[in-house]
């Protein structure tokens, strides 16, 4: 399983961007996908995910409202889109995968197998 990302960049603080995470490899549909950030300094952090097949979302509480995850199963791209951005957003974003059984979202980084080498976004005030 590939998951090349694209997306990311500098933004000011109110705007928006998206983060694209192409999953190769695999029937896509059969896989969990999460977003996770890394500021310099902090941990890894859960940003969102989306279950298999019937793609449930949830979201961490500091981006609920501003941020979602919806599924192109005819590209097979799971796409993050960031809306009101703030400079606390900014961090390295990796998009994770995890072949699932079960029709939930996973939330712990241990929990997924595939990941894609991260790429930066940048929000400033």
């Known amino acids: 399983v590939q998951l090349p990302a694209s997306g990311g960049g500098l933004v000011q603080a109110g705007g928006s961007l998206s983060l694209a995470c192409a999953l190769s490899?695999?029937?896509?549909?059969?896989?969990?996908v999460g977003w996770f950030r890394q500021a310099p300094g902090k941990e890894r952090e859960f940003v969102g995910g989306?279950?298999?097949?019937?793609?449930?979302?949830s979201f961490a509480d500091s981006v609920k409202g501003r941020f979602t995850i919806s599924r192109d199963i005819a590209r097979n791209v799971i796409t993050l889109q960031m809306n009101n951005l703030e400079p606390g957003d900014t961090a390295v974003y990796y998009c994770?995968?995890?072949?699932?059984?079960?029709?939930?979202?996973?939330?712990?980084?241990?929990?997924?197998?595939?990941w894609g080498q991260g790429t930066q976004v940048s929000v400033s005030s």
């Open positions: 994770s995968a995890k072949y699932a059984r079960v029709v939930r979202v996973y939330i712990s980084p241990e929990e997924y197998d595939y």
């Open positions: 490899g695999r029937p896509f549909n059969q896989y969990a």
């Open positions: 989306i279950s298999r097949s019937v793609s449930i979302t």
